[in-house]
Structures are given as C-alpha cells and as structure tokens.
C-alpha cells in the first residue's frame, strides 16, 4: 500500500472501459525510487464492484497500482493487517494477501488484476520461473529455494501453482546446459584469499563479440570460489589480463597471489608470463597434458560460465555476438549466490564482509528504457531510448546496468533506466544471420560527398585516379593497435568547388580546377617475358639464368 500516491495508475491500454479512455497531454509521474514516468492517456476502470475514475495510463509499468487516498475519497473504506486488506462499504467488496511489500488484490477472474502497491525496478514478489532467469538459469529445486531465501536478501518469490516437489522442465536449460554427469573426488581447501588462483582460456568461440574478442580468460580464488572474467582477442593477451586481475585482486584482498594453477598451454608456459611470476615470487602449478581434471576448478568456472551465457543467449533470442556480455553476466550472478562448498558464503562475501543483494537483477535481454540527460535533449525529443538489457557495471561502486543501444550501436551504462521484463529480444535483428566477421560502428564520421545520397552513403566510391597511373593502393589499414579498420579507397572526388579526401574526415576548402592540370610522370613500359625461352634469349638473359638454376638446385637439397 503506498498511502503517497495521488493517482490510480494502469500500466495496459486494454484495461480500460470502452468508450472511456482519451489521450492527454503526457504529464511526470515520479515513483518510490525517484525514476520518472510518463502517463499519457486517462480513463475509467472496473475491478469487481470497485469503480475507479480518471486513473492514468503509464505504460511503462508492470502492473496496476491503487491510490489508497482516492479509494477513501471515493467512500470507501480500507484496512490493513499483517497478512491480508479489506476495501470494504459496508460489507466487503474486495480483499488482498500480502506478498512481500505489497498487497495484490483476488480479482474475479476475467476483471482487471491490481495490486495496492508501485510498479518500480526494485524487490517486488516475481514467480520463480522469473528468478530462474533473473538468475542466468541457475537451477532452483526446492532445497535450493529454501537455501538461498534464507540467506540473500530481496529474493522475493510468489506462491507457486505446481505442487510441492514437482519439477518443472526448462526447455532453455535442456538446450543450453546438458552434459553427460561426471565423477567428482575431494581434495584439501586453501585457508586464504589467493592462496591458490585458478585460470584458464575458453575459445575461441565461432563469432567474435561486438568488439572483436574470441577468448575468455577466468581467475578463480579458490577460497572464496569468486570468478574475474577478462575479454581477449588473441590468447596472447593473457599476461596482460593476468596482469590487471593480480593488481586489483591484491588492492581488495590486502594479500599476495601465491600459486597460479593452470594448464599447460602456451599462453601461460611462455618466456613473458614465466619472467613475470619469477619476478613476484608467485608459484606456478601446471597440471600434466591432457587431465583437464587436474585443472577442475577452473574447467568446472568456465562451463558454469558457458552454460549460463548460451541459455541466456538462447532465452533472449539475441545474436550470438553478445556471448561476452552473457558470460560477463552469468560471473556476476555467480559471484552473488552462496555456495555450500565455500562455508555457505557467497564469493563477494568472503572479500567485502557483507552479504551481497541480489534485488537489482532483471532477465537478461531485457527491453530499457534508458533515460536521456536533460543537457543532450531539446524540449520536444523524447526523455528515453529503447535499449536492451545486456549486463551490469562491474567498475561502477553503485548498481548500475549495461544497455545496447541498436539505433547507435553502442553500449552504455547508466543507473537511469526503465527495464520490462516482459520484452525480450525484441530490438534484434532476425536470429540466424550471424557471420564470422562481425560488423560493428566506429567512431568516426561519415565521409562523401556533401550533397550525397542517403543510400549512397557508406557504399566504396567509384576509384578516381590519374592518367597515366597503375599503382593500387591499399583499402585497409592499422587503427588502434590490432583493430582493422576497412575504408573505401583512397581518392580524389574533384568538383568544381571542394576537394574531398575519401581516406579520413579532413576536408580540403581549396577551390579546384578542371582535370587537365594533372601531374604527369613519364613511364617506363618494361614487358616481362612469358616463357622461359623468351628470358634467356634476350640481352639480360644470363641475369634470369642465374637465380632460376639456383632454385632448381635447391630441390633436391631440400628434399622437396
């Protein structure tokens, strides 16, 4: 019950009586956690013997809300207790049963469903096949449910209709997670944070992400069971990756890496890594060739990782270039879990000392509404964007969400959104269309011609060079250290009033001439013979005997 509120709110245009509901003037409605909505439309409801008027249309909303002051206005009489609330005049019209912080009302069915309370992003009562995939499909029997009610905060549940002890099938986890069962042994536990760190590369996967990475590297504190996930392109960025896990997990930690478990691969038993773990005294453990099993714990994180990323994928119906993001996701859920194996802490917990909520996540692939800043908008322009939900700033001190915007293709992290988790996917194109190379923005601006047009844009220009010149110049070069950055070719648009460099965004204001101004350059014609009868025969014939006699000795020296 918010007793604050001043307005009935409906968040479905069908709710309404026909014949009642107009449009208005769009008009802010702040709600409990101090985000903005828009109510657009007004008109009447009906819920059972409860009549409401002028309630407000705001779409963006979850549910339906009641104002507890308008129900009194109207003569109605509302009481509360503990467990349920009665609107009653005279005998009782209506009652409601508490579910965490709110009271949702028992409808007749087939009338409008209303809960007396406020639709916001934050802890309202989800059913547990919500929380399944808030939770990057972690699975949630029974015992499991009850662990971690008593143990995470904000995980809010609503009554189930299956009977107790009934599974229910997942069809994404079937897709997304079944493998054939393995024997698990036990060993000796590490008593301190980086005691031991485990590590391992996963990839390369068969598409790159947005921005070009095919690897993914995990370290996994062994006490805590907490997971850090590094992006890479090639498998030889590992030592960097290494690099910034080991400073920031010793600034948190207040402690040295002492040993790093890993396999045998190149990317760890090179000259770099090895000069640097000799350098600061860290121990290298590597397991024998081919027993993945003596590297477990960081096989057992990596396929934690990959499963949670392919049902999430596989849920949200996004392309598979977002798998970074999705593994990046399924490490933060996994770091805000408990685990019996871990003394019944959560990883984070065993770092911070304090039990970490789980109240802000929402299902992956989500549709956000992103607010946009007063300063980069005009009095007309929209307040917010449609984006999707792709993940969560692990850098950011407060909780704050990762969206893709697909209109300008980029990622953007703000605390400002609006998240409907009853979209999912639905900004992506049609699935099935991925390549190996991936298309993404850079950027710079676009570069043509002024007057060009908009279907010409972006489309290689027509190559303009010289009388006279035979050379063919490169259409791709070096940005940004490994990043190919593919260009239209290098030419000259002559006009009668600007000179366009199609190579880069600079411009030239210089006023240009007709073509017959050209340079010209004298070109020596040299033909190249066709036949070896023809290179010996001519006056430098013994400058091509030579070098072709010495490859046909070479041949057999070389056993080829």
Not at 59 to 74: F, K, P, W
Not at 86 to 92: G, L, N, P, S
Not at 94 to 107: A, C, S
Not at 146 to 166: C, M, R
């Amino acid at each position: 019950m918010d007793s604050g509120a001043g307005q009935h709110l409906c968040g479905s245009r069908k709710d309404f009586i026909r014949g009642t509901y107009k449009e208005i003037i769009p008009r802010g409605i702040e709600i409990a956690d101090q985000s903005k909505m828009q109510a657009v439309g007004q008109g009447d409801v009906s819920m059972g013997q409860l009549q409401l008027s002028n309630v407000l249309y705001v779409h963006q909303l979850g549910t339906n809300l009641l104002s507890v002051a308008r129900i009194i206005d109207c003569g109605w009489d509302v009481r509360f207790t503990s467990a349920r609330c009665t609107i009653a005049k005279k005998e009782i019209a209506l009652q409601g049963e508490r579910e965490g912080n709110l009271y949702y009302l028992r409808i007749p069915e087939g009338d409008v469903q209303a809960h007396i309370g406020l639709a916001t992003n934050k802890g309202q009562p989800q059913t547990l096949e919500i929380w399944h995939r808030r939770l990057g499909h972690t699975t949630l029997d029974e015992s499991t449910v009850e662990y971690l009610s008593n143990k995470v905060t904000e995980f809010n549940i609503k009554q189930s209709k299956h009977h107790k002890g009934e599974k229910e099938l997942c069809g994404t986890c079937a897709v997304g997670r079944q493998h054939k069962e393995a024997s698990t042994g036990t060993r000796e536990k590490t008593k301190e944070l980086l005691d031991v760190v485990h590590s391992d590369i996963c990839g390369p996967m068969q598409i790159s992400t947005l921005t070009c990475e095919k690897y993914f590297i995990t370290f996994i504190d062994e006490k805590s069971g907490r997971i850090a996930v590094s992006l890479l392109q090639r498998k030889d960025q590992a030592l960097q990756a290494f690099q910034a896990y080991k400073a920031r997990a010793e600034n948190d930690a207040g402690r040295k890496i002492r040993i790093l478990r890993t396999d045998g691969g190149g990317e760890y038993t090179g000259h770099h890594f090895q000069h640097y773990l000799r350098n600061y005294g860290i121990v290298h453990s590597v397991s024998p060739p081919y027993s993945p099993k003596q590297n477990g714990i960081a096989e057992q994180a990596n396929r934690t990782l990959m499963e949670g990323a392919r049902c999430m994928i596989e849920d949200s119906k996004l392309t598979k270039s977002f798998w970074g993001y999705a593994v990046a996701t399924a490490a933060h859920i996994h770091n805000r879990i408990p685990s019996q194996s871990h003394q019944d802490k959560f990883p984070l917990e065993h770092w911070t000392g304090v039990v970490p909520s789980i109240g802000h996540l929402r299902v992956f692939g989500s549709v956000t509404y992103l607010h946009i800043p007063a300063e980069t908008r005009k009095k007309l322009d929209a307040r917010s964007r449609k984006c999707m939900l792709i993940g969560y700033d692990e850098n950011s001190s407060r909780k704050t969400y990762r969206v893709y915007d697909p209109s300008l293709r980029r990622t953007i992290s703000s605390r400002d959104v609006i998240i409907d988790e009853r979209q999912i996917g639905q900004l992506t194109e049609e699935r099935g269309k991925e390549t190996d190379e991936m298309e993404f923005s850079s950027p710079e601006p676009e570069v043509g011609e002024p007057n060009m047009r908009e279907e010409e844009r972006g489309r290689a220009l027509e190559r303009i060079t010289p009388p006279g010149s035979g050379g063919e110049e490169s259409d791709s070069e070096e940005y940004g250290g490994e990043t190919i950055v593919v260009r239209p070719p290098t030419s000259i648009v002559r006009t009668t009033e600007k000179e366009v460099s199609l190579s880069g965004p600079r411009r030239s204001e210089r006023q240009r001439t007709t073509g017959e101004n050209f340079p010209r350059a004298m070109v020596a014609n040299i033909a190249e013979p066709q036949t070896l009868h023809e290179a010996f025969g001519r006056e430098d014939g013994a400058q091509w005997r030579e070098p072709w006699v010495s490859k046909v000795d070479s041949l057999p020296r070389n056993n080829t």
